[in-house]
Structures are given as C-alpha cells and as structure tokens.
C-alpha cells in the first residue's frame, strides 16, 4: 500500500514525472498521471515526511 502523505526526492527535486508530462510527452516516454502510479516511489525510503509530525506511519 503507498502512503498518501509520501514526499519523495522526485517530487521535490524537479523529476517528478507529473510535472515533466509535457516534456516527457516530446521523448514517447510514457507519461504518469496519478502519483499512485509514479516508478519514483520508494516508501519511507526517502520520503521527507519520515519521522516528523506529518508522517501518516503507524508505529507498532
């Protein structure tokens, strides 16, 4: 399952594929259109959110 609150390195540092359809659309690269669907996640990995208070993980 992925998170909904995810913040990763892509989404962030300008490779979201989202915001780059336009360009991705030029290249027949196929273009994402929902963030569940993106191949940049990677969990808690590298999401930004991990560890502070607006982090959706459920401690056990």
Same mark, same amino acid.
């Given at each position: ?6 913040? /990763?390195?892509?989404?962030?540092? /300008?490779? #979201? +594929? %989202? ?8 290249? #027949? %690269? +196929?273009?994402?259109?929902?963030c569940?669907d ?5 969990g808690?990995?590298?999401c930004? *959110? *991990? /560890?502070?208070?607006? #982090? ?5």
């Amino acid at each position: 399952m992925r998170c909904k609150a995810y913040v /990763g390195l892509a989404c962030v540092d /300008g490779t #979201c +594929p %989202i915001a780059n359809s336009e360009e991705y659309e030029e290249y #027949c %690269i +196929p273009v994402v259109t929902r963030c569940e669907d993106c191949s940049c996640y990677k969990g808690c990995d590298d999401c930004a *959110l *991990l /560890g502070t208070e607006y #982090c959706d993980k459920q401690e056990n």
